[in-house]
């Protein structure tokens, strides 16, 4: 009995220090993620990337997305839900992530859709209707004329804009930034440069309102 105690008493310990082990790594990857930012807050933070809200709002998220990505479809209405409960004090600035493939594709007439003042709209109508023209985790920019039909765009500007030169130039830009940022899987949130401890939605808004009280 006295032996079957003092194993019980040795696997405690080992899972103990096992735990502690894991916890200290994590807190480890966290720390070296915070000052990998901290280190390249030019290469997170872009002028011309896409963005909502108040330029001047004391909170600012960077999310680097795929239009591709079920995921970053779920969070997004999330995402802007908490800007509109927060008027002026959220910002939200996109950095493009076309991880899948065929993506990059659907990227560039993101980005086009842009010099027609329908960003926005553009995004909402390829979230909404994503299952239609992302199939088996791959993009198919060909499918995507319809959802786009009824937003009153130049659509042949539309695909002239989409080759351009600067758009290739961009695209390549925040992929190199989010290599440099370690970002491997969308969405990837930043909140006032701060990388999210643990992916999730209750980890994004728990960094935003601490970021907010910290603002008051």
Known sequence: ??????????????????SGG???YKQ?????????????????????????????????????????????????????????????????????????AGSDAVVRVLEASRKQGKFEATLEALFARQDDWVINHTANVQLIGPLLAPLGMDLAQLQNDAN?????????????????????MTPEYFVNGKPLPKFGFKELKALVDEALASAK
């Open 1 to 18: 009995m006295k032996q079957k105690n003092i194993f019980i008493a040795a696997a405690a310990l080992l899972i103990l220090a096992f």
């Open 22 to 24: 894991a916890f200290f």
């Open 28 to 100: 480890q990857q966290a720390e070296a993620a915070a000052q990998r930012v901290k280190q390249n807050m030019a290469t997170l933070v872009r002028a011309d990337a896409p963005s909502f809200g108040d330029a001047n709002a004391p909170v600012h998220i960077v999310e680097f997305f795929d239009p591709a990505c079920g995921t970053c479809r779920e969070f997004y209405p999330l995402v802007k839900a908490m800007m509109t409960a927060n008027p002026g004090k959220i910002r939200l600035s996109l950095r493009y992530a076309p991880f899948h």
């Open 164 to 184: 351009a030169p600067e758009v290739t130039t961009m695209i390549a830009r925040d992929l190199a930034d989010a290599k440099t940022l370690n970002v491997t």
